[in-house]
């Protein structure tokens, strides 16, 4: 897989370069929006969309302009030399904006199914026949009898550009193996120190952008993107670089917010309310919104930094709060994932038993209810830069649950709640939440992944320790140990084992030294360790 960076290209007129991308926009069964930022200024380049484009093609000429390239992945090989079933080139054809911005729309696709892409700039042809260095996976259809298994990727506070953020998305995509995954989740504080546009660009798209070429990025604001980025108007680096909305459409790509300073001197009010809501489409926020999975999976992002907190009686409140309430009983998927980047319970180097200004109490005041109501299954935050979780399901404040180790929490009745706020850097904490029974002064990521719809893995992938990892089950007859048919006891000595997923104390844990998750299990070494005279009994399930 081939390293996203900055692609450049001699025209006849000038250099192309593609500044930031490409990145997923959002995909859903049947389509996909891929982004990416060019020097082009707009009128001297046609955009194209070349569906199922042989690999046989031409290079695009110079008047062909920038476009993308992609075909349906063989579900016999991974090569990019040869295909069958070549479908027929299409294209879709538009003009970037006069900053060079292109958002190219995948129409026509099947769900389930990873295609690969790759960006074709004048005179290059994209690279060569077997130049398909990007992938990405449709979501299944919300009326396939079967979602599973769907994976998301939480990265909080990730906007650094520090060797840590380079060493979070170097082991998750190893961990991975380079295979799509559905969706990545922003938390938030994505691009220190105000996130503005550079910072955006070098320390998000850049580092993070071998990634993001591979799954669509959803994301929050924090409270280092309200410095460089008006919140209360939606403009700014932030809102440029992501399209979607609470009315559920893509806003998009607009030409950078150097107008922020008109809106100053207009004084905001109704001028910029209405700017605000025609940047976005005329309908809903880009401040929150939210998304499904099939409908395996709905997600949930919400602006912790300005809308929740807004003062009762604010309509931009009423309006959230009417929207939240209204998503929520309006979906029907097995799970609810909400993210937003402020903790409502922590211990770390934000304390939210210390609250000056009672932002913690007016989120949780604010907020629980709602989850508690609706069935949220687990919240994800950042803003502390650790690693933090509840060892029991919450409801109205209070655990519901005791559990030997706090490893299987039950939320047919509650809510999980986990803060991974150290993907760029880490700092500590007394971590001593009376209701956040794990805490770990190490950085990294955390994978959710939905195993059906009574089951879902959630594991903290650490740059320095062995992690965390942890279920939650829901559901009548619900229960950690998982499906007989996926599962068989043995009683093997853990050190003797290699290339196994293991599973104890209802808890799948690796054994394999890349930590790759799903591995086939291998015969044991020769010269392995004597086993034990004691040996404990574990579950290990045979994977693909």
Same mark, same amino acid.
């Given at each position: 897989m081939a390293a996203v960076g900055m692609i450049s290209v001699a025209s006849a007129a000038s250099p192309v370069l593609v500044t930031r991308g490409p990145y997923l926009d959002s995909v859903?069964? +049947?389509?996909?929006?891929?982004?990416?930022?060019?020097?082009?200024?707009?009128?001297?380049?046609?955009?194209?969309?070349?569906?199922?484009?042989?690999?046989?093609?031409?290079?695009?000429?110079?008047g062909d302009g920038v476009h993308i390239k992609y075909r349906k992945r063989s579900a016999t090989s991974t090569t990019t030399t040869t295909t069958? +079933?070549?479908s027929p080139v299409n294209k879709a054809t538009a003009k970037p904006t006069t900053s060079g911005e292109y958002a190219f729309t995948l129409s026509s696709l099947q769900p389930n199914t990873i295609y690969e892409y790759q960006v074709v700039l004048p005179n290059n042809g994209g690279g060569g026949a077997a130049a398909f260095p990007f992938a990405f996976r449709t979501y299944p259809s919300t009326s396939a009898s079967s979602s599973y298994p769907i994976t998301l990727w939480a990265i909080g506070d990730s906007g650094e550009g520090s060797p840590t953020a380079k060493e979070t998305v170097d082991r998750f995509l190893k961990d991975q193996q380079l295979i799509p995954w559905h969706a990545t989740l922003a938390l938030g504080d994505n691009a220190y120190q105000i996130g503005s546009a550079p910072e955006y660009d070098a320390k998000f798209f850049r580092m993070f952008g071998a990634a993001l070429a591979l799954a669509p990025v959803s994301a929050t604001v924090g409270n280092h993107e309200a410095i460089a980025n008006r919140l209360g108007m939606e403009r700014g680096a932030h809102f440029d670089r992501f399209g979607r909305t609470s009315s559920g459409s893509l806003k998009p790509p607009q030409a950078p917010s150097n107008d922020i300073q008109q809106f100053l001197l207009r004084g905001g009010g109704a001028a910029a309310a209405a700017a605000s809501s025609k940047s976005n489409g005329g309908g809903g926020s880009q401040l929150y919104h939210s998304f499904d999975i099939g409908r395996g999976v709905h997600v949930i992002s919400i602006d912790s930094q300005h809308t929740a907190i807004l003062p009762n009686g604010d309509p931009n409140f009423a309006k959230f709060q009417k929207w939240l309430v209204d998503d929520l009983e309006r979906t029907t998927a097995d799970w609810i994932v909400v993210y937003m980047h402020h903790p409502l319970f922590s211990k770390g180097h934000h304390d939210t038993t210390r609250d000056s200004d009672h932002k913690y109490s007016i989120l949780r005041q604010r907020l629980v209810p709602v989850f508690?109501?609706?069935?949220?299954?687990?919240?994800?935050?950042?803003?502390?830069?650790?690693?933090?979780?509840?060892?029991?399901?919450?409801?109205?404040?209070?655990?519901?649950?005791?559990?030997?180790?706090?490893?299987?929490?039950?939320?047919t009745s509650g809510t999980a709640y986990v803060v991974t706020g150290s993907a760029s850097k880490k700092n500590p904490g007394q971590f001593n939440h009376p209701l956040m029974g794990v805490g770990l002064f190490e950085s990294g990521s955390v994978i959710l992944r939905a195993?059906?719809?009574?089951?879902? +893995?959630?594991?903290?992938?650490? +740059?320095?320790?062995?992690?965390?990892?942890?279920?939650?089950?829901?559901?009548?007859?619900?229960?950690?140990?998982?499906?007989?048919?996926?599962?068989?006891?043995?009683?093997?000595?853990?050190?003797?084992?290699?290339?196994?997923?293991?599973?104890?104390?209802?808890?799948?844990?690796?054994?394999?030294?890349?930590?790759?998750?799903?591995?086939?299990?291998?015969?044991?070494?020769?010269?392995?360790?004597?086993?034990?005279?004691?040996?404990?009994?574990?579950?290990?399930?045979?994977?693909?």
């Amino acid at each position: 897989m081939a390293a996203v960076g900055m692609i450049s290209v001699a025209s006849a007129a000038s250099p192309v370069l593609v500044t930031r991308g490409p990145y997923l926009d959002s995909v859903s069964s +049947n389509e996909a929006t891929v982004r990416i930022a060019t020097t082009a200024t707009g009128g001297g380049f046609g955009v194209g969309v070349s569906f199922g484009m042989p690999p046989s093609a031409s290079p695009a000429a110079a008047g062909d302009g920038v476009h993308i390239k992609y075909r349906k992945r063989s579900a016999t090989s991974t090569t990019t030399t040869t295909t069958t +079933n070549e479908s027929p080139v299409n294209k879709a054809t538009a003009k970037p904006t006069t900053s060079g911005e292109y958002a190219f729309t995948l129409s026509s696709l099947q769900p389930n199914t990873i295609y690969e892409y790759q960006v074709v700039l004048p005179n290059n042809g994209g690279g060569g026949a077997a130049a398909f260095p990007f992938a990405f996976r449709t979501y299944p259809s919300t009326s396939a009898s079967s979602s599973y298994p769907i994976t998301l990727w939480a990265i909080g506070d990730s906007g650094e550009g520090s060797p840590t953020a380079k060493e979070t998305v170097d082991r998750f995509l190893k961990d991975q193996q380079l295979i799509p995954w559905h969706a990545t989740l922003a938390l938030g504080d994505n691009a220190y120190q105000i996130g503005s546009a550079p910072e955006y660009d070098a320390k998000f798209f850049r580092m993070f952008g071998a990634a993001l070429a591979l799954a669509p990025v959803s994301a929050t604001v924090g409270n280092h993107e309200a410095i460089a980025n008006r919140l209360g108007m939606e403009r700014g680096a932030h809102f440029d670089r992501f399209g979607r909305t609470s009315s559920g459409s893509l806003k998009p790509p607009q030409a950078p917010s150097n107008d922020i300073q008109q809106f100053l001197l207009r004084g905001g009010g109704a001028a910029a309310a209405a700017a605000s809501s025609k940047s976005n489409g005329g309908g809903g926020s880009q401040l929150y919104h939210s998304f499904d999975i099939g409908r395996g999976v709905h997600v949930i992002s919400i602006d912790s930094q300005h809308t929740a907190i807004l003062p009762n009686g604010d309509p931009n409140f009423a309006k959230f709060q009417k929207w939240l309430v209204d998503d929520l009983e309006r979906t029907t998927a097995d799970w609810i994932v909400v993210y937003m980047h402020h903790p409502l319970f922590s211990k770390g180097h934000h304390d939210t038993t210390r609250d000056s200004d009672h932002k913690y109490s007016i989120l949780r005041q604010r907020l629980v209810p709602v989850f508690d109501k609706h069935g949220v299954d687990i919240v994800l935050s950042g803003h502390s830069h650790a690693y933090e979780r509840t060892t029991s399901a919450l409801f109205n404040n209070e655990r519901v649950q005791d559990s030997a180790d706090g490893d299987c929490l039950d939320v047919t009745s509650g809510t999980a709640y986990v803060v991974t706020g150290s993907a760029s850097k880490k700092n500590p904490g007394q971590f001593n939440h009376p209701l956040m029974g794990v805490g770990l002064f190490e950085s990294g990521s955390v994978i959710l992944r939905a195993e059906s719809p009574q089951r879902m +893995n959630v594991r903290f992938l650490s +740059n320095e320790g062995d992690g965390d990892e942890f279920q939650i089950v829901k559901g009548s007859g619900a229960s950690c140990d998982g499906d007989s048919s996926e599962v068989r006891t043995l009683s093997l000595a853990p050190q003797n084992l290699q290339e196994v997923e293991m599973k104890r104390n209802g808890v799948w844990r690796e054994r394999v030294p890349s930590g790759r998750f799903g591995v086939r299990p291998s015969k044991r070494s020769s010269t392995a360790s004597p086993v034990p005279a004691t040996t404990a009994s574990y579950y290990a399930r045979v994977l693909g």
